[in-house]
């Protein structure tokens, strides 16, 4: 079966650095995607991997690596509005998008 | 330009009574995907549209739900008769098309509660 696996929830303080690890199993592999949602709203587009390696956005980066069905999102520099739930979602073969549960990321100051 | 629109945004329904959501995805886009979320849960895909034809409804209960989208624009999807069990959030999604990986945008969902 397909599988995605991430934290259910974690904390950091404001300001600090987290990383949200995400661990996949899946009927071939099209990409890799993050959303971030905030409570009571629609899931928006972090990032996108489909190469091995680090990509960077800012305060966000997003690392992948194939041959071990990894990745994690690396958020810098933590404000309070980052408190959310971080969505790891990874593209099958058929480009059908299987989600995580998510991980709720709290933020105190 | 405006995004995805989904409306009603709550819905408070008995068991058993019918209840619709509609979708009105991003100008373009022709692959519309509807989505349930339950609490603490990633969506679940129920039904993909690539223009009006349903390329994906694997996981819709076929025996209550349905959904169309006659021109291949505006989607409703529909629950008849609702069970305690269909609370969630009902989401919606476009995107420029889905047989390349393409980024999905999504509505901001109808919250319904089956009482």
């Known amino acids: 079966g397909q599988n995605i696996d991430q934290p259910t929830e974690m904390t950091a303080t404001e300001g600090a650095i987290v990383q949200i690890n995400c661990t996949y199993q899946?009927?071939?592999?099209?990409?890799l995607f993050w959303y971030q949602q905030h409570a009571g709203e629609a899931p928006t587009f972090l990032s996108y991997?489909?190469l091995d390696g680090l990509e960077e956005k800012g305060r966000f980066s997003s690392f992948l690596s194939r041959s071990k069905g990894y990745s994690y999102l690396l958020l810098k520099e933590l404000q309070m509005k980052d408190s959310a739930s971080y969505l790891c979602a990874v593209m099958d073969s058929n480009y059908q998008l299987i989600w995580g549960a998510g991980t709720k990321l709290i933020i105190k100051p | 330009e405006a995004g995805v629109v989904q409306s009603p945004r709550y819905k408070i329904i008995e068991k058993k009574q019918p209840v619709a959501f509609w979708c009105n995805p991003i100008?373009?886009?022709?692959?519309l995907y509807w989505y349930r979320q339950n609490l603490g849960q990633g969506p679940e895909l129920l039904i993909r549209y690539e223009n009006e034809e349903a390329v994906d409804d694997s996981q819709l209960p076929k025996d209550r739900f349905s959904a169309e989208r006659l021109k291949g624009v505006d989607s409703t999807l529909k629950i008849q008769p609702a069970e305690l069990g269909d609370s969630a959030v009902y989401l919606c999604a476009s995107s420029l098309g889905s047989g390349d990986v393409k980024e999905q945008f999504f509505g901001p969902g109808t919250r319904l509660t089956v009482l």
């Open positions: 100008s373009g886009h022709n692959t």
């Open positions: 899946t009927s071939g592999f099209n990409g």
């Open positions: 991997n489909v």
